[in-house]
């Protein structure tokens, strides 16, 4: 079985701007630079197979190159109790129709539809109720912000779980198509 996910990368300046701003929350798992990435969709697991059907769907998917910027930081929480710190971006709409153009693909393979809503986030971190408080953190990152950036491509991403985080690895590329629109 394959643990799959679709993603786009951020180029490396926002990754080290991103990295840069990450820290000072006592048992937070911050992410790592080859962590860090854009879910347009998760996946889940699935059987080699099925992973080959995704691949071919995802390869038809056909959307217009477009350029997003990161804008503010915020948390998910459960009942109450953080449990993640990400970046947000903007503007959404053009992932958004990226996510249903990949959404409606992956239920032409057989893939149940996805139940949650669709918000397009760079995750930061990971807390647990060991994780120090993350109001400081959240006030003094939440007016983070970056020049546009390119997203031009896509990938389909292997995630395996390890002790020290999970590792990712991009099993197949997709262009977008035309170059990014320029700043």
């Known amino acids: 079985m ?9 180029p490396e300046d926002i990754r080290a701007l991103l990295l ?4 000072g929350i006592a048992g937070a798992r911050w ?7 854009l879910t347009v969709r998760f996946i889940g697991e699935v059987d080699r197979h099925t992973a080959q059907d ?11 190159a477009f350029e997003i910027a990161l804008d503010g930081v915020d948390l998910f929480d ?3 109790r953080p449990e993640a710190l990400w970046a947000g971006v903007s503007p959404r709409a053009p992932l958004e129709r990226l996510n249903n153009k990949v959404e409606q693909a992956l239920l032409r ?16 971190a990971r807390l647990g109720a060991s994780s120090g408080p993350v109001g400081d953190f959240v006030t003094a990152q939440g007016g983070l912000a970056s020049q546009p950036f ?3 491509g896509f990938g389909l991403f ?3 779980l390890a002790p020290d985080g999970a590792v990712y690895t991009e099993i197949a590329r997709y262009a977008l198509d035309g170059p990014a629109l320029s700043r």
């Open 2 to 10: 394959r643990r799959l996910f679709v993603a786009i990368r951020p």
């Open 20 to 23: 840069g701003r990450m820290g």
């Open 31 to 37: 992410q790592r630079d080859d962590q860090l990435h």
């Open 54 to 64: 995704i691949d071919a769907a995802l390869a038809a998917v056909h959307h217009p």
């Open 78 to 80: 459960r009942r109450g």
């Open 109 to 124: 393979v057989g893939l149940a539809p996805e139940k949650r809503a669709y918000l397009p986030h760079i995750t930061l």
């Open 150 to 152: 390119p997203a031009a």
């Open 158 to 160: 292997e995630s395996t």
